[in-house]
Nanobody, 123 residues
Framework: QLQLVESGGGLVQPGGSLRLSCAAS????????IGWFRQAPGKEREGVSC????????NYADSVKGRFTISRDNAENTVYLQMNRLKPEDTAVYYC????????????????WGQGTQVTVSS
């Protein structure tokens, strides 16, 4: 059973930073890619970043390029999302997901999800 647990969300001022964690169990990071998604109130869930099972392929949404960095620690079986220069429009519930064979762009392609962690960017 693929399980994911997110942590690290919170309230931060514009321009600040947060690091989200996605702890995986029931599989290893070499088995599946891990995607980060977010959903703001009244909006559809959107892809933020994804790291392939090999760790060699990484992608980012245009809205976060240059500000967010995805990484992973195989020993901890955890994927991180370092978020810098946060903006109010980054406010959302952030989810990590897996269970697909590649870094697919659509949330529907991922079949295992964490519970989400709230990120609020506000002064």
């Amino acid at each position: 059973q693929l399980q994911l647990v997110e942590s690290g969300g919170g309230l931060v001022q514009p321009g600040g930073s947060l690091r989200l964690s996605c702890a995986a169990s029931g599989f290893t990071l070499d088995d599946y890619p891990i995607g980060w998604f977010r959903q703001a109130p009244g909006k559809e869930r959107e892809g933020v970043s994804c790291i392939s099972a090999s760790g060699l392929s990484i992608n980012y949404a245009d809205s976060v390029k240059g500000r967010f960095t995805i990484s992973r620690d195989n020993a901890e079986n955890t994927v991180y999302l370092q978020m810098n220069r946060l903006k109010p429009e980054d406010t959302a519930v952030y989810y990590c997901a897996t269970g697909t064979t590649w870094c697919a762009p659509e949330p529907a392609d991922f079949d295992s999800w964490g519970q989400g962690t709230q990120v609020t960017v506000s002064s």
